[in-house]
């Protein structure tokens, strides 16, 4: 069973940075695509950003681009989301999630659908103005 484990979460100040980790274990990844999405409080979950396992392909949320970067670390076979220049508007619990499919998630993503099928249980992230 694919099991998703979040790390990196905290309280943090506006303008300040943070790294998420997600590691990833019980299955085969090699044609999967990774990705973390969050949730304010009172808010539904939002895609945030994704990459592709085998090819480093990067997706990422409008609101996001230019100030998080998603990668996977090649040699510890995780996935890292950093978070640079945050304000409270970061504020939510990040969830990493992973679907089997990268070229059925590609299509989909393409149409603005971003199903994954396997959820971690979350880091909090709260930041401070």
């Known amino acids: 069973q694919v099991q998703l484990t979040e790390s990196g979460g905290g309280l943090v100040k506006s303008g300040d940075s943070l790294s998420l980790t997600c590691v990833p274990s019980?299955?085969?990844?090699?044609?999967?695509?990774m990705g973390w999405f969050r949730q304010a409080p009172g808010k539904e979950r939002e895609f945030v950003a994704a990459?592709?396992?085998?090819?480093?392909?990067?997706y990422y949320a409008d609101s996001v681009k230019g100030r998080f970067t998603i990668s996977r670390d090649y040699t510890k076979d995780t996935i890292a989301l950093q978070l640079n220049n945050l304000n409270p508007d970061g504020t939510a619990a990040y969830y990493c999630?992973?679907?089997?499919?990268?070229?059925?998630?590609?299509?989909?993503?393409?149409?603005?659908?971003?199903?994954?099928?396997?959820w971690g249980k979350g880091t909090l992230v709260t930041v401070s103005a």
């Open positions: 019980g299955g085969s990844f090699a044609s999967y695509i």
């Open positions: 999630a992973a679907h089997p499919n990268y070229s059925l998630w590609h299509a989909n993503s393409l149409v603005g659908r971003y199903d994954m099928d396997f």
């Open positions: 990459v592709s396992w085998s090819g480093g392909v990067t």
